[in-house]
């Protein structure tokens, strides 16, 4: 959009100390698309059109900014009123929105307020009564208290519509222009929606007044055409279940996330020693270095190549048939752009993620973002991994991280296969033994990713 510059930093954004501290607090570093381009329009206080769906850090756009104009104009709240509105189509959604304000707003001291229905009245009335900075509301159980005359909103600064489309499926678009109607004319309007069906098109231009517009695409419209597995395993266990994965040959170009730059030369090196060629790019390799490794990658000469999330931005590889997260990433949108790097022109792509107990959260705010369950196999006690990891770590006690017991010279490059007998050239016995019937990753995934060999106490994990 051409009234918004896209900014790269919150403290670019012109955010204010408290709000800066706040977002520090939560591990927030860059804004996404959508915040850089809707926090300076709503700190000029201009109206605001963002087409953008849940998981691209919609609240925070609106939040923000909104906190910062409250605190730079600071008045009480009036009575049975409120300054802020925001107006949403569940409950779930208002709660989390009226977190998102508390959390942001931590340091700053604004009363923040829910109401929706389904509860009692009784805490709304009282927590309406004395006024409050920021309401958020569902649109029924708010008309209910401008019936009873428990609510007054003639004292509002400026009106959110979060997920206007959502409104109208809802059937709330009657109530909420009820409600608009007993708002102050002066006042600023922002307002979202996923997608702009055409009442909602009439909605946006009966209440903004020559607005800006900020687009984003949504997340989880990127990740459509990938194949997403999670498998859980111990932490110590994971470069065993990656060198596995690289039994199935269609794993032919695989690209490698973890969270470290050591973490991605152990894992290079890793490896290599179990008979795939593997190199690593990170912020610590030279220019030279790093177009060296990705022009071996790009000419299939090398079949793994290990990343961090920053050494990987320029990286537009076709036909990276896997990307694997040896780490979960700490920003769930990560995860959108990593997998991303497969399934490029046209090209289907599988998206591996090794989850150990200590990442269940990560996830939960992936699944979260992206609007997805992702199909997930138990590896956890699986004793063909652990009897490798005990092996290695026996013969290799302080190098196992970075170099197998049995590498690569004895089996020809040929994949894990040789190494992971250690020594005798055969499986451990719990991997040997006929576990027909028992490979569900093959059967009950949504595809096969890679061969995932059977084991005992493979199980998907709902
Ligand atoms: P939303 O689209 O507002 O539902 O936000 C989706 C998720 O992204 C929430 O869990 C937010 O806490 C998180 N989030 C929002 N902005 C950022 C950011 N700039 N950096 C990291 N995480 C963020």
């Not at 999330?309 to 780490?327: E, L, M």
């Not at 040929?414 to 020594?423: A, D, L, N, Q, T």
Request: glycine share 10%; with cysteine; net charge positive.
């Amino acid at each position: 959009m051409k009234d918004c510059i896209a900014l790269t930093h919150f403290k670019d954004l012109g955010l204010i100390k408290p709000l800066l501290t706040a977002l520090a607090e939560e591990g927030y570093t860059t804004p996404t698309p959508i915040q850089a381009l809707a926090i300076p329009t709503v700190l000029e206080g201009r109206d605001l059109l963002g087409i953008a769906q849940t998981g691209t850090g919609k609240t925070a756009a609106f939040a923000l900014p909104i906190l910062q104009r409250l605190a730079a104009d600071p008045r009480p709240a009036p009575r049975r009123g409120c300054r802020a509105l925001v107006l949403s189509p569940t409950r779930e959604l208002a709660s989390q929105i009226a977190e998102s304000f508390r959390t942001y707003g931590r340091h700053m001291g604004f009363s923040v307020a829910v109401v929706f229905g389904g509860v009692k009245y009784g805490p709304q009335v009282k927590a309406l009564a004395a006024g409050v900075d920021i309401l958020v509301a569902t649109p029924g159980r708010l008309i209910d208290h401008i019936n009873e005359k428990v609510a007054n909103l003639n004292g509002v600064e400026v009106l959110v519509l979060d997920e206007a489309d959502q409104m109208l499926d809802l059937g709330f678009l009657p109530p909420i222009r009820r409600i608009v109607a007993t708002l102050p004319k002066k006042r600023q309007n922002l307002f979202f929606s996923a997608t702009m069906p055409t009442e909602i098109g009439k909605l946006a231009a009966e209440l903004l007044v020559n607005p800006a517009q900020a687009s984003v695409a949504p997340a989880a419209t990127t990740v459509t055409r990938i194949t997403q597995q999670i498998l859980f395993v111990e932490t110590d266990r994971k470069r065993q279940l990656l060198a596995e994965l690289f039994e199935d040959a269609r794993m032919a170009r695989a690209l490698i996330f973890t969270r470290t730059k050591r973490g991605a030369d152990r894992v290079a090196k890793y490896l290599d020693g179990a008979g795939v060629k593997a190199d690593s790019i990170h912020g610590d390799k030279s220019q030279g270095q790093r177009e060296r490794a990705l022009a071996a990658f790009k000419a299939g000469h090398v079949r793994a190549l290990v990343a961090t999330d920053i050494a990987a931005r320029g990286i537009d590889v076709d036909a990276v048939s896997h990307v694997v997260n040896f780490d979960l990433p700490n920003v769930p949108e990560s995860y959108v752009h990593r997998i991303g790097r497969t399934a490029r022109a046209g090209a289907d792509g599988h998206a591996v993620s090794l989850v150990s107990d200590d990442e269940r959260g990560l996830l939960k705010d992936i699944q979260k973002v992206t609007r997805q369950t992702i199909p997930a196999f138990d590896r956890r006690n699986d004793r063909a991994l652990g009897a490798l990891a005990a092996v290695e770590k026996t013969t290799m006690p302080e190098k196992a991280a970075q170099r197998p017991a049995h590498g690569r010279g004895a089996q020809g490059g040929g994949g894990s296969r040789g190494r992971r007998g250690g020594g005798g050239g055969g499986r451990p016995a719990q991997a040997q033994g006929g576990h027909g019937g028992q490979n569900r990753a093959a059967n009950s995934g949504p595809r096969a990713i890679a061969s995932t060999k059977p084991a005992a106490r493979w199980s998907p994990v709902d």
